[in-house]
């Protein structure tokens, strides 16, 4: 029967069986003290008790205890805790259910609809801008630089290189056919493109090669050199 009995008051002590706090930071010890003064009826001694448990809510941050915003915070808390319904002698104005339970507002978030997502929004606003340029040859610049970032980035995502006539298609859609595009130096771009890589790669194997020959190089030179140290030492020793 006392294991039967011990088992029960355990359960009835679990955390998820009592009533939720509304400061979990504190602890329900502390709860617990603001709840015994709210059966206090002399108002004395409730302010007298209230500021006890002020006290002992500041040792939990005892390096901010002495500032003046941070025992108006207390009291504040203090207030929160007994769902406003304590009524003491408090040093600051008495805080209402509408001043701290006040809801944060909504930030507004830009949402927008990205059609070509491996090139990135800021693509389609720039080919737009550029429908509003009169300079001919500037624009021409522009779409051939864009160009080389739109197949780099196709690249990055299919893992293949792109084509041109899709890339054509693109920029043309993303500008909202208020562009003219040279056609013939995008498909010089392509050309232009590959041979970038391929050179790249080229000189990579060149330049391991050479490696290789000198450290081929470097290991005769110490063969040798450990050779005519033996021939010498073998001339000596006779």
């Not at 069986?17 to 603001?34: A, D, N, S, W």
């Not at 009291?75 to 040093?91: A, E, G, Q, R």
């Not at 509408?98 to 070509?116: G, R, W």
Request: aromatic fraction near 8%; glycine fraction near 4%; charge should be positive.
């Amino acid at each position: 029967m006392g294991r039967i009995c011990q088992t029960d008051s355990m359960r009835k002590n679990y955390n998820y069986t009592r009533r939720k706090l509304y400061l979990p930071e504190y602890g329900r010890h502390i709860q617990e003290m603001v709840d015994s003064l709210l059966t206090i009826e002399d108002r004395n001694e409730r302010t007298r008790q209230a500021k006890a448990v002020i006290a002992v809510m500041g040792n939990l941050n005892p390096l901010l205890r002495d500032t003046a915003d941070f025992t108006h915070k207390l009291w504040d808390h203090l207030f929160i805790m007994s769902d406003f319904k304590l009524d003491v002698d408090s040093p600051y104005p008495l805080p209402t259910r509408k001043d701290i339970m006040v809801s944060p507002h909504k930030m507004p978030y830009t949402q927008s609809n990205i059609p070509y997502k491996h090139y990135g929004k800021y693509v389609g606003r720039m080919l737009r801008k550029l429908g509003e340029e009169q300079n001919r040859e500037a624009v021409s610049r522009a779409v051939d630089n864009i160009a080389r970032y739109m197949r780099a980035k196709s690249y990055e995502y299919n893992q293949e290189h792109p084509n041109n006539e899709v890339i054509i298609k693109d920029i043309k859609q993303m500008a909202d056919f208020a562009i003219e595009i040279d056609e013939v130096a995008l498909n010089n771009l392509r050309s232009d493109y590959k041979q970038h890589f391929s050179s790249h790669q080229s000189q990579g194997k060149n330049n391991n090669g050479k490696k290789a020959q000198k450290n081929g190089k470097s290991q005769r030179q110490q063969m040798q050199k450990g050779r005519t140290k033996g021939t010498q030492r073998h001339n000596t020793a006779k």
